[in-house]
């Protein structure tokens, strides 16, 4: 495996279910994010791990709980979604370092629908 | 208010010929801008950069252009190719943040 994968791809939960979206990276990197794309809205930034640090949560309702247990891996935890959370789900990763921004990588996304 | 706008959803050009996609900004702390490019049940893939202490780089087919002073960036394909075909994001960021900011995304459609 290359690159950023995310499982699963597709996903219908229902507004009462749990679920998880999992991503990993094997570029080496030590930092990954999770996105958010709605529908005709610009990718809005969830939460960013550094080192396996939580460094950004972007004002995410707490039925969203990311977990990163190293590097090269990333959850998003989902439990009572409401349907407007239906989007595609998008997890990326950079080398975080002292030179300056680095490029962000992503990974295919998991479209979500909640019902 | 969005910080990074790109105000034509979509662009049809005939291949062969110069597509360019559009990009404002407003927040001038922004120091590093990117364009990526989606194709359909895939994410978006880097294209290329610039810092904002250029104002041109080029790779292959693919130049951005900065204009600071105007708070806008271009990305210019030539020559098009159907291949080229995708959703055009332009991000921007503050050095030091981790914060990309994308703007909405353009349709290229290079006909044939």
């Known amino acids: 495996e290359t690159g950023v994968t995310q499982t699963p791809r597709h996903l219908v939960m229902g507004m009462t279910n749990k679920k998880s979206l999992k991503c990993e990276q094997h570029?080496?990197?030590?930092?990954m994010y999770w996105y958010k794309q709605s529908a005709k809205k610009p990718l809005e930034l969830m939460f960013v791990y550094s080192l396996e640090e939580r460094v950004e949560n972007n004002s995410v309702p707490s039925r969203f709980s990311p977990e990163c247990p190293n590097s090269s891996h990333l959850f998003l935890h989902l439990h009572t979604l409401q349907p407007e959370d239906s989007a595609l789900y998008l997890c990326?990763?950079?080398?975080?370092?002292?030179?300056?921004?680095?490029?962000?990588?992503f990974g295919p996304g998991t479209r979500l629908l909640v019902l | 208010d969005q910080q990074v706008k790109q105000n034509s959803p979509s662009l049809s050009v005939q291949e062969g010929r110069i597509s360019i996609l559009n990009c404002d900004y407003t927040?001038?702390?922004?120091?590093?801008f990117l364009w990526y490019k989606k194709y359909p049940a895939e994410g978006p893939t880097f294209l290329i950069s610039?810092?904002?202490?250029?104002d041109k780089n080029e790779d292959g087919r693919f130049t951005v252009f900065l204009n600071k002073s105007a708070k806008h960036l271009s990305l210019h394909i030539v020559p098009s190719q159907p291949g080229d075909s995708a959703v055009y994001f332009c991000?921007?960021?503050?050095?030091?943040?981790?914060?990309?900011?994308f703007g909405t995304g353009t349709r290229l459609k290079v006909l044939a």
């Open positions: 610039i810092s904002s202490i250029k």
């Open positions: 570029l080496g990197h030590n930092a």
């Open positions: 927040n001038s702390m922004f120091d590093y």
């Open positions: 990326a990763s950079s080398h975080s370092g002292a030179g300056g921004p680095e490029t962000q990588y």
């Open positions: 991000a921007a960021t503050d050095s030091g943040t981790y914060k990309y900011i």
